[in-house]
């Protein structure tokens, strides 16, 4: 018992959270069931394909959703005239009510999937989205589509609230950038691709299909998921294998390490789970000040994405699905900022630690913000003074751009809230509640922006305001982020009621 609780003081000191199985304890005591790492047993020991095969299937699931959720955002204007809305804002709605589910789901989804696992909370999220999916297909009034929307978002928030804990379960700190840019590449890029094949769908055959397409798809997933994917929550896993040896060895008294923590129960217990994201935002301020910023930027892109079919439709007269295919340059402009804050993670990562002598702390991850930061407001800049004046292709090298810096910015936030904080699927739980609420709510009022003060200065607006929010917080959290994590993990001990 001294020797794990020794151990645990001991992790509790590095960045690299990994659940502590008791291998190292396995012969002190036959009755102490443990996961055997020299059998791959433990999500960290896995063999490359199985973390490999298990990391693309939460991609999947993680790209999907988002896809799903402006997948018709070209096609606004075609689902305002079937189903008679007369409001552009409430059109918007329909593609920003998708992202107000994502906001409410993870609140219960991601530290449901620290008390069950994390297949379970993908498996009956994804089922969700499917089957409301199908149904917002035949909807025929603006309350059933909003209402099957706002469901099938629900359900499609799982991978979300889920990601950010499956890659912490399985990779550790120097393979993470690589597996975590590929893997968070979905929520990000699937917005994006989601509007290239609905412009083409909704001109070729019906919007409607732009919701059967993506509840087609995803339910192929999920067979695929409940055929291949396996749990990586560690102390799931080593309920199951209790459950397992007891059944074999049912005299003996058996037991894990978990049984050697004080662990709370009750319904008070279950209540600091679920509020635990909120928390979260509500006293920690390092990551309450990388959710605001994430948040913003987030935000913009949804804005953008919504407002496309004005600035390209409209100004420049393209058809509905030519106007999907425009997306493809902020596609294209995410990939590239991908690949280049992995690279610049690995060079940081690298650096920290010399001779083998790991150096790291997570607040290295924010580096690759500072050029997004710059990136982003370029970017903005030149698409704003150049839509309706310029040929579009500018325009769209300037989305390129914008889109660039909006991958570094969010990659390097998303690293920082897996790596820096006690409970990594809470904390990503908790940037995802602020996110999307910011990408719900952006999008209502973008078109009036550009209106009011023209696409030049609508988009100068945008880009002012992540120039001045985005600076300063990188700053902040770089320079005093560690002092503001300490405050609040020692906040969030005094709310769990355990020793700091």
Not at 241 to 268: E, F, Q
Not at 284 to 313: E, K, R
Request: aromatic share 12%.
């Amino acid at each position: 018992m001294g020797k794990y609780q020794d151990l645990l003081a001991e992790q509790e000191s590095t960045p690299d959270r990994v659940f502590i199985g008791g291998h190292t304890f396995q012969e002190l005591d036959s009755n102490l069931v443990v996961l055997n790492e020299n059998a791959n047993e433990h999500p960290r020991t896995w063999k490359f394909g199985k973390k490999a095969c298990a990391t693309a299937l939460v991609g999947a699931f993680c790209f999907l959703s988002p896809f799903a959720s402006t997948i018709f955002a070209p096609s606004v204007s075609l689902v305002m005239d079937e189903l008679d809305i007369r409001d552009s804002t409430l059109g918007a709605l329909q593609v920003s009510i998708f992202l107000f589910a994502y906001a409410i789901g993870p609140l219960f989804l991601a530290p449901l999937s620290e008390m069950y696992g994390r297949t379970i909370i993908l498996h009956t999220g994804n089922f969700v989205l499917v089957a409301f999916s199908i149904g917002g297909g035949f909807a025929q009034t603006p309350a059933q589509l909003s209402v099957c929307r706002f469901c099938a978002g629900l359900g499609g928030s799982s991978g979300l609230a889920v990601v950010g804990g499956v890659t912490a379960d399985i990779w550790d700190l120097e393979t993470r950038p690589k597996a975590s840019g590929l893997v968070m590449l979905g929520p990000v890029l699937g917005p994006i691709l989601g509007p290239v094949c609905g412009g083409w769908m909704s001109e070729l055959a019906s919007w409607r299909w732009t919701l059967w397409v993506p509840a087609i798809t995803s339910g192929f997933i999920s067979v695929v998921g409940l055929l291949c994917l396996p749990e990586s929550y560690a102390p799931r896993l080593v309920e199951k294998k209790l459950r397992r040896v007891r059944a074999s060895r049912p005299n003996d008294d058996l037991y894990t390490v978990l049984d050697l923590i004080p662990r709370s129960t009750g319904t008070g217990f279950l209540f600091s789970q679920f509020v635990r994201p909120v928390v979260y935002l509500i006293i920690d301020p390092a990551l309450l000040s990388a959710s605001i910023f994430y948040s913003v930027a987030f935000g913009v892109i949804y804005l953008i994405v919504v407002t496309y079919s004005d600035v390209f439709g409209l100004g420049y007269h393209h058809s509905v699905g030519i106007v999907g295919t425009d997306f493809l340059a902020m596609g294209v402009g995410m990939i590239i900022g991908t690949v280049g804050t992995i690279k610049s993670m690995e060079a940081i990562f690298k650096k920290d630690s010399p001779n083998g002598q790991k150096k790291f702390k997570p607040e290295s991850r924010l580096l690759s913000a500072v050029p997004g930061v710059v990136l982003t407001t370029g970017g903005l800049f030149m698409y704003g003074f150049s839509a309706s004046r310029a040929h579009f292709i500018v325009p769209l090298i300037g989305l390129a751009i914008f889109a660039t810096g909006g991958m570094n910015i969010m990659m390097a936030i998303q690293l920082y809230a897996i790596e820096g904080f006690k409970f990594p699927a809470s904390a990503f739980a908790a940037i995802s509640v602020l996110r999307c609420l910011f990408a719900g709510a952006f999008p209502l009022f973008g078109s009036k922006l550009f209106k009011t003060l023209g696409i030049d200065w609508g988009a100068a607006l945008l880009a002012f305001l992540v120039l001045g929010i985005g600076l300063p917080f990188v700053l902040l959290l770089y320079i005093s982020g560690s002092r503001l994590r300490q405050l609040g993990a020692s906040r969030m001990a005094k709310f769990e009621g355990t020793k700091y």
